[in-house]
Nanobody, 126 residues
Framework: QVEVAESGGGSVQPGGSLRLSCTAS????????IEWYRQVPGKEREVVAA???????NIVDSVKGRLTIYRDNDKNTVFLQMNAMKPEDTAVYFC????????????????????WGRGTQITVSS
């Protein structure tokens, strides 16, 4: 099973930019989809963006226009580029590797899995 780790978090001023990385170990990275979530203490973890094996992309309305997700399979990495950041973007950001389509599930033997990283903190403040 793939393992993932997030990096790239830190402190940034409103209007600034950060690029997060979700880097995987193990084989068959190009088969997996990657989801990015964020979580604030006391609140439910919420999805921010996702990219599938075929590079189908979903971005939540609250960050559309400010966020780009893309993958580099040669580097086993999915990137989350965040621009024009707002204080409400402050959260711990997690990535999760999982199958997001039928082809992935078939290749992986129809096994259920969800590989979470430990998270990386983003703080947006003046």
């Amino acid at each position: 099973q793939v393992e993932v780790a997030e990096s790239g978090g830190g402190s940034v001023q409103p209007g600034g930019s950060l690029r997060l990385s979700c880097t995987a170990s193990g084989d068959a990275f190009s088969t997996y989809g990657i989801e990015w979530y964020r979580q604030v203490p006391g609140k439910e973890r919420e999805v921010v963006a996702a990219i599938s094996r075929r590079e189908d992309i979903n971005i939540v309305d609250s960050v559309k226009g400010r966020l780009t997700i893309y993958r580099d399979n040669d580097k086993n990495t999915v990137f989350l580029q965040m621009n024009a950041m707002k204080p409400e973007d402050t959260a711990v950001y997690f990535c999760n590797a999982k199958c997001l389509d039928f082809v992935c599930r078939s290749r992986m033997g129809y096994k259920n899995f969800s590989a979470w990283g430990r998270g990386t903190q983003i703080t947006v403040s003046s």
